[in-house]
């Protein structure tokens, strides 16, 4: 069985001083780096939006930012401007090793539907074509860390557990946005799922 780290969204718009920062998203650069040779191969996923993105407040004229609405492939909650293609805040942090990334894997590049989860956008259909590329390189077990705890990490690792990959949270390396307790949530709803928090 070959393991694989996947590393989620450790970009500088989630870290301090970010457009959509994450409290203490900084302090798991060097956790995550030092992680990283325990693993047959290490994957990192990039929050990768248009600036014209249905995921952001300012492209829905009234809508506040963290504000849900309902969009048609179901409920989504509208964010800050963040990640933009191209932008110095959808960058790596600087402190991230990218020597030892075997593939990046880009997510929510349509206009029209977010994708929080490394393998599906959240329609919860579309794949990303990560689960292709962990299929041909046989590798099964598969431990996330990163950003956000409560939504890039939850959906992704219990996608992983729902298509049959062993998956494992490290929680000391992922930080929480923590929006009406959606920290509490995805951790009960990774565990009904059979995802491992250690
Ligand atoms: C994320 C909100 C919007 C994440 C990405 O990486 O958890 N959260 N886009
Ligand atoms: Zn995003």
Redesign the pocket.
């Known amino acids: 069985m070959s393991s694989a780290l996947i590393v ?2 450790m970009q500088n718009d ?1 870290c301090p001083g970010g457009a ?1 920062a994450v409290t203490g998203g900084d302090e798991i650069v060097q956790p995550i780096n030092a992680l990283m040779g325990n693993y047959d191969a290490v994957i990192l996923t990039q ?1 990768w939006h248009p600036a014209d993105h249905t ?1 952001f407040a300012a492209n829905h004229p009234g809508a506040q930012p963290f504000s849900l609405i309902q969009m048609p492939y179901g409920p989504q909650v509208l ?1 800050p401007a ?2 933009v293609i191209g932008t110095a805040g959808a960058d790596f942090h600087a402190g991230l090793d990218l020597s030892r990334a075997d593939m990046v894997i880009r997510k ?1 590049f349509r206009a029209g539907i ?1 994708s ?1 989860s490394a393998f599906f956008e959240n329609d919860h259909v579309t794949p990303t074509g990560l689960a292709g590329y962990l299929g041909e390189r046989g590798l099964t077990a598969l431990t996330f860390v990163g ?2 705890h409560d ?3 939850a959906w992704s690792a219990i996608d992983a557990a729902k298509q049959g990959f062993t998956a494992t949270v490290i929680e000391a390396a992922t930080r929480a ?1 923590d929006l009406d307790g959606s920290r509490d949530r995805a951790r009960a709803d990774m565990r009904a799922a059979g995802v491992n928090l250690e």
Request: glycine share 6%.
């Open positions: 989620i969204d989630f959509l929050d995921s964010w963040h990640c929510g977010d929080y950003l956000a939504f890039c990490v946005i």
